[in-house]
């Protein structure tokens, strides 16, 4: 029962945990370039940055790179 933009049912579960991981990291990545200096609360600690929207649209990058190759590998399965 899954559509043309779903990955097939055959393959497994992998490839839907990676197209959720996906949509995830991409929604993750639009808030560190809208809302910078809430998004990387999370890197908050005794030995953690300064806090600056240079860091957080820095690592909302890397999310998104790391979205492409997700979705690169849900898309092309073999």
Same mark, same amino acid.
């Given at each position: ?13 992998? %490839?839907?945990?990676? &197209?959720?991981?996906? #949509?995830?990291? /991409?929604?993750?990545? +639009?808030?560190?370039?809208? $809302?910078?200096?809430?998004?990387i ?8 940055? %300064?806090?600056?929207? &240079?860091?957080?649209? #820095?690592?909302? /990058?890397?999310n998104? +790179?790391?979205?492409?190759? $997700?979705?690169?590998r ?5």
């Amino acid at each position: 029962m899954t559509t043309s933009w779903l990955p097939p049912y055959e393959e497994g579960l992998l %490839p839907f945990f990676l &197209l959720y991981s996906t #949509v995830a990291t /991409l929604i993750h990545s +639009l808030t560190t370039y809208v $809302r910078p200096i809430p998004s990387i609360k999370a890197f908050s600690g005794p030995s953690a940055p %300064p806090k600056a929207p &240079l860091l957080a649209h #820095v690592y909302g /990058l890397l999310n998104f +790179l790391a979205a492409c190759t $997700r979705f690169g590998r849900v898309s092309h399965p073999k």
